[in-house]
Every structure is written in structure tokens, then in C-alpha cells.
T-cell receptor, first 113, second 116 residues
């Protein structure tokens, strides 16, 4: 069991650029969640998938954000035309079907300059 | 709608002393409750969870928490802390049985600083 992995761990980009993050969940975990954590705050829910279906998106997820999980395994989160306010830690978590227990990855820290 | 309030943003504590981190929640439906710990530059690790049954739940690293439904609280305790317990602690809730089950709502976190 290698746990949830995320890539990259750190990303520095200039305002206006597009970025994409990847999350690999624990094998056979059906649910995959994305959260965003800003400095001094708890994680905030962004979106989640049940297999390849995206079931809910937070109002925090503006039109510039898109997430996919094309084959029900890994997921990507893309941010287009990044803004300084997008600077945060992006956390991915997965859970087995019918379980409330989530396993978190190490996160991707995004800095928009 | 849910909300989670962690009443202390920072808790300084001496090594081997007890610590209590307070968490209150509000929700219109039944909830499950969780405590996570986050070490610097790392993801979140589950300390313990309350799903049902005994209101006193024990977790990893000597932590325990008590669910109090009437006071809508889920306070975390450890009788004797170590330097290695220095970290940020998050309380979280999840709706039970709704369309959004599984989605976590987190508190703002409590930074625990253990000094010798």
C-alpha cells in the first residue's frame, strides 16, 4: 500500500499560466476528493468523484477550475489563467466504497507570482 | 448546512502535560466526526473517528476524544504530550446518509506547540 500520491509537490507559476496537478489514489478506492487549504485555515472541499463520475463541485470551484478522473483511477485538477488568490495547498484524498474514512496525500503547494 | 468551530487557534503545552483541543459543530442532520493531524509540509493523517457506539473513542498516538451530542462537541485529549505531538490538529464532520455523505467540513485548526 503506497498511499495517496500527488504530483508535483510544489509548483511555482506566473499569474495567467495554466497548471495541472495529478493525484493517484490508493488502489481500488472508489472515491476521490479534492480540497484546498490556505495558510492558517482548514481544508475546504472542492469536488469529488465516485469512480469516474464527478458527483459534486463546490462553489469555490470557479470556471477556471476543472477536474477529471477519466478511468476511475488517477485524477487531474487543472487551473486555467491562474490568479494570486489560487496560491494554496491542494490536497487529494481517497476512500473505499461506502467508507467515510479518507486517506490524504501529501498535497501540492501552488504559488502564483 | 454544517459548521465546525475549533475554539483555540493555538495551544502551548509543556512536554508530559495533558492537552485538550476543543471542537464544536452544528448540523441539521446526523454527523460522523473526525480528528486529523497535520505535520509541517505533510498531508493529513487520521487520528480517530466517531461513527457510532461508545461516545469515548481512542485513536493513534495515545489520543482520545469524547462525543457529546447534547453539547454538539467532540473534544480531543491526550494525558501526556511529547515534543513530537507538535502539529496542527483539525476537527472535521461529515453528513450521514445525505447525497453529500463522505464530504468533510473542517474546522480552522488548532496549532499545538509542545515545549520541554
Amino acid at each position: 500500500d503506497t498511499g495517496v500520491s500527488q504530483d508535483p509537490r510544489h509548483k511555482i507559476t506566473k499569474r495567467g499560466q495554466n497548471v495541472t496537478f495529478r493525484c493517484d489514489p490508493i488502489s481500488e478506492h472508489n472515491r476521490l476528493y479534492w480540497y484546498r487549504q490556505t495558510l492558517g485555515q482548514g481544508p475546504e472541499f472542492l469536488t469529488y468523484f465516485q469512480n469516474e463520475a464527478q458527483l459534486e463541485k463546490s462553489r469555490l470551484l470557479s470556471d477556471r477550475f476543472s477536474a477529471e478522473r477519466p478511468k476511475g483511477s488517477f485524477s487531474t485538477l487543472e487551473i486555467q489563467r491562474t490568479e494570486q488568490g489560487d496560491s494554496a495547498m491542494y490536497l487529494c484524498a481517497s476512500s473505499p466504497s461506502q467508507s467515510y474514512e479518507q486517506y490524504f496525500g501529501p498535497g501540492t503547494r501552488l504559488t502564483v507570482t | 448546512a454544517q459548521s465546525v468551530t475549533q475554539l483555540d487557534s493555538q495551544v502551548p503545552v509543556f512536554e508530559e502535560a495533558p492537552v485538550e483541543l476543543r471542537c464544536n459543530y452544528s448540523s441539521s442532520v446526523s454527523v460522523y466526526l473526525f480528528w486529523y493531524v497535520q505535520y509541517p509540509n505533510q498531508g493529513l493523517q487520521l487520528l480517530l473517528k466517531y461513527l457510532s457506539g461508545s461516545t469515548l473513542v481512542k485513536g493513534i498516538n495515545g489520543f482520545e476524544a469524547e462525543f457529546n451530542k447534547s453539547q454538539t462537541s467532540f473534544h480531543l485529549r491526550k494525558p501526556s504530550v511529547h515534543i513530537s505531538d507538535t502539529a496542527e490538529y483539525f476537527c472535521a464532520v461529515s453528513d450521514v446518509g445525505t447525497d453529500s455523505w463522505g464530504k468533510l467540513q473542517f474546522g480552522a485548526g488548532t496549532q499545538v506547540v509542545v515545549t520541554p
